[in-house]
């Protein structure tokens, strides 16, 4: 990058190697980490391998078995590095369990949580409009979706709260999700 374009799009890159991509994955391991707790309560934030350890009284260093997984999740995507058949292989299984869930759950939902009274109250009367409610010219409709906000802290929470609802939409965006072609020869 630096020799083609500058130096600027060279830190860039090492920027975005860096923060975004070291970032990125700390995040989806320590996620991994919680969901997998809840799996199997045995990896718990508070089973203790190195109970905490106060350095101030305002900071104390621990390690327990869900930050252990979350290590271990992030050393290893270290392991996608040293050759492309390795890498392939790894996003293939990652992408193929992911699939597999996917069918799984579609799976489970029409044959084992099938509603025969919900398919036909969605599907009998396909064309027919129920329920509807008319509109009123402006963004009155919208008082009963969102809480009133009564001081500026609220208003901050309230923002909070619409960030914090994006982060699973951005992780479920991510690249790379694809099944890797065979390596070449």
Known sequence: MREAYSPLWDFCTLDAFLVIQTGTI???????ARYLGVLFPSISPTAWIIPPVALSSKYAISLSVQQLVGI?????????????????????IFT???TLALLGLIFVCVFIGRNAAA???NFGHFWAVRGAQSLE??????????????????AF????AYGVAQV????????????????RK
């Open 96 to 98: 193929s369990a992911k």
């Open 119 to 121: 398919i036909s109250d």
């Open 26 to 32: 700390a995040a989806v391991a320590v996620g991994f």
């Open 72 to 92: 271990l999740m992030m050393s290893s995507s270290r392991s996608q590095y040293p050759g492309r058949a390795h890498r392939q292989l790894i996003q293939n």
């Open 168 to 183: 699973g939409s951005l992780f479920s965006a991510t690249p790379g999700t694809t099944l890797a072609s065979p390596p």
């Open 157 to 160: 929470g309230l923002f909070v």
């Open 137 to 154: 010219p402006g963004a009155n409709f919208l008082r009963g979706l969102v809480p009133t906000v009564t001081a500026a802290s609220d």
